[in-house]
């Protein structure tokens, strides 16, 4: 089984930034397409971005030049830097990994924009 720990969120004003952090729990070897996906209020989970397999990034068209993923699947943790955050970004954010192919979640974690 794989435990995803999150870490981060919060309030923060339009413009503003925050950094979510997302560890795999236990030595796992293999986790892949470790990110983060996000959900609002009425509206279904989506990708926000992943690391892929064997390598190289994904990043949804919304947040592209504003968030940043690092960490990766070798080292089970998961970073996103989010920069010039907007409104629309409120969300429950969760961390997600695949291993042994199985998807695993995070318990998410809220993040909230003023205007």
């Known amino acids: 089984q794989v435990q995803l720990v999150e870490s981060g969120g919060g309030l923060v004003q339009a413009g503003g930034s925050l950094k979510l952090s997302c560890a795999a729990s236990g030595s796992i070897v293999g986790v892949n397409a470790m990110g983060w996906h996000r959900q609002a209020p009425g509206k279904q989970r989506e990708l926000v971005a992943k690391?892929?397999?064997?390598?190289?990034?994904t990043y949804a068209d919304s947040v592209k030049g504003r968030f940043t993923i690092s960490g990766g699947n070798a080292r089970n943790t998961v970073y996103l830097q989010m920069n010039r955050l907007k409104p629309e970004d409120t969300a429950a954010y969760y961390c997600h990994a695949i291993y042994g192919g199985r998807d695993f979640w995070g318990q998410g974690t809220q993040v909230t924009v003023s205007s």
């Open positions: 690391f892929n397999s064997p390598g190289g990034t």
